[in-house]
């Protein structure tokens, strides 16, 4: 199994650009959770999916979209980047609630200039 | 005032030496997760629990739900265990469900 994988790794787009962050996962989990790692801060839960074809919003999900069109994959979409978006994102995905463990990809490393 | 607080901030060690990562919270939770982030920047959980203590080889993590603290032990600490630890609680929201609120993580580095 790849567990929770991200794709892109690294991204670096000019003010105004737009890209898509895909995170899919081969482990029948229903959770699925966009956060963002900023230096001298704790993780951030941007977006989270409680099911295929739902979604909702977390704790910063201005300036951000995101899909859940199959259980196994969890799309973050930037419409219009900004320099407040240079961060590191990852993906995670748990059985069900926040008591389960969660499992997290490797990161998107995301630069926006 | 975070809702998730963690200290220290930074924690050098000698390899060998025990080693103590605290958490507090100031709201009720259900649970408490505490990760590791490698220097390469992956996330792994270590533990969750919702009460007493979990214990998984060198590492040993305790909760006291009433006095909203949680500890994350290392004994005989080695340099392969430098990394940031991160605690996160599960807090029940007004409408019932469950989010994580993470600390801003411990740095641990274990000298040789």
């Known amino acids: 199994n790849a567990g929770v994988t991200q794709t892109p790794k690294f991204r670096v787009l000019k003010t105004g650009q737009s890209m898509t962050l895909l995170c899919a996962q081969d482990m029948n989990h229903e959770y699925m959770y966009w956060y963002r790692q900023d230096p001298g801060m704790g993780l951030r839960l941007i977006h989270y999916s409680v099911g295929e074809g739902t979604t909702a919003k977390g704790e910063v999900p201005d300036g951000y979209n995101v899909s859940r069109l199959k259980k196994q994959n969890f799309l973050l979409g930037l419409e219009s980047a900004a320099p407040s978006q240079t961060s590191v994102y990852f993906c995670?995905?748990?059985?069900?609630?926040?008591?389960?463990?969660?499992?997290f990809g490797p990161g998107t490393r995301l630069t926006v200039t | 005032k975070n809702e998730v607080e963690q200290s220290p901030q930074n924690l050098t060690a000698q390899e060998g030496e025990f080693i103590t990562i605290n958490c507090s919270y100031s709201?009720?939770?259900?649970?408490l997760h505490w990760l590791q982030q490698h220097p390469g920047g992956g996330i792994v959980s270590l533990f969750m629990?919702?009460?007493g203590k979990k214990k998984h080889g060198r590492l040993i993590a305790t909760i006291n739900i009433q006095e909203k603290h949680s500890s994350l032990h290392i004994t005989a600490s080695h340099p392969r265990d430098s990394a940031v630890y991160i605690c996160a609680a599960v807090i029940i929201t007004q409408g019932g469900s469950e989010k994580l609120v993470f600390g801003k993580g411990t740095k641990l580095t274990v000298n040789p």
């Open positions: 709201v009720g939770i259900s649970a």
């Open positions: 629990l919702s009460s």
């Open positions: 995670a995905s748990s059985y069900t609630s926040g008591r389960n463990e969660q499992y």
